[in-house]
């Protein structure tokens, strides 16, 4: 939903062309985490920070870890209020789209990572015919004209928006190594996900590939919901129209799952740093930190669009750029 402005906010009408040199980047990225993870494989990131680092120095990392899974979580729960409450349920109170999504979380967490395996695949058909459809019937809107000049941007945003799409969607992906030591271990794991991780990529390239030929750049980087935006352009012979609430149910799904990841993976990693022999006494807590903390990430939208986006002279938050979007922990 919205990493088209993230990307045209840096590089542009050159967004398409930074997002297509993030992928092996972030697969890079996405690799090394795979290949941690193969090293211990019986490990979460918690233990593995111990077994490496030692008991303090894993134990600060770990910490470390575990913030940005907390402060992340709770950025996501900000989000999917900020974008329900001004795009579809203007006169509900943002505290009860909170309220209800982290309910759902806490269900979620509660019936444990299998169930919510389990969900992802149930769902997952419904989100890819949405962003497929949303695809096909943009193209006759498309106009290649917009992508030009061709490498118009500065050299320095180029790179940082190619950083952006490597490091913000794939680096955000060391929340597996919370997960992967309970989850089964096929000979083709690594492959499986690799691929997952291509499709995925590729998918994000085709929405900013999109938005920038549909709206062109600066209508992209100026719409907090480009994608959302761009389902209000479809119009198919006068009947195929207004749809775009079609796309708003899948952006919540999706981000339903990577927050309830980052949920778990904050639960789990708690309750290994306390030694505690289960999580779930900490999940009620959890909830209510993310839902507290969702409400303090910004007083409005327009202060959190200004941390989020690098459009113009706002310029971006150091603490947003840590938190948000650069997942220094997952470089590190």
């Known amino acids: ?26 697969l890079l990225i996405l690799w090394l985490i795979l290949h941690l993870s193969s090293f211990y494989p019986k490990l979460n990131l918690v233990q593995i920070n111990d077994r490496i680092l030692g008991k303090w120095l894993g134990a600060l990392l770990s910490c470390a870890y575990l913030l940005f899974f907390l402060l992340a979580g709770s950025t996501f729960i900000r989000e999917v209020g900020d974008f329900l409450t001004t795009q579809l349920f203007q006169s509900t109170p943002i505290r009860y789209i909170h309220l209800l999504f982290v309910l759902i979380l806490m269900w979620g967490v509660w019936n444990g990572i299998e169930s919510i395996a389990r969900s992802a695949e149930i769902l997952l058909p419904l989100f890819i015919f949405i962003c497929i459809a949303l695809i096909v019937c943009l193209i006759p809107q498309m106009d290649l004209e917009r992508l030009k000049p061709y490498f118009g941007s500065e050299g320095l945003s180029f790179a940082h928006a190619t950083m952006m799409f490597s490091v913000y969607p794939f680096g955000e992906l060391c929340s597996f190594l919370m997960i992967f030591p309970y989850a089964s271990k096929p000979a083709h794991r690594n492959k499986d996900v690799l691929i997952s991780a291509l499709c995925a990529s590729l998918l994000l390239f085709l929405l900013v590939f999109i938005s920038l030929t549909v709206l062109g750049a600066y209508f992209t980087e100026h719409n907090i919901y480009s994608t959302y935006v761009l389902t209000q352009k479809i119009n198919i012979g006068a009947f195929l129209q207004r749809i775009e609430a079609l796309i708003a149910t899948a952006w919540v799904i999706s981000t339903f799952f990577k927050t309830v990841l980052y949920f778990y993976a904050f639960s789990i990693g708690t309750a290994q740093l306390l030694r505690l022999s289960t999580f779930k006494p900490l999940i009620v807590p959890t909830s209510f930190l993310m839902f507290g903390l969702a409400m303090m990430v910004a007083p409005n939208l327009c202060i959190m669009s200004k941390r989020l986006f690098p459009t113009g002279s706002t310029g971006i938050s150091p603490m947003a750029l840590y938190f948000r979007h650069c997942s220094f922990p997952s470089i590190i």
Do not use: E, K
């Open 1 to 26: 939903m919205i990493i088209p402005a993230i990307i045209a906010g840096y590089a542009q009408q050159d967004g398409w062309i930074a997002a297509l040199f993030g992928i092996p980047i972030g």
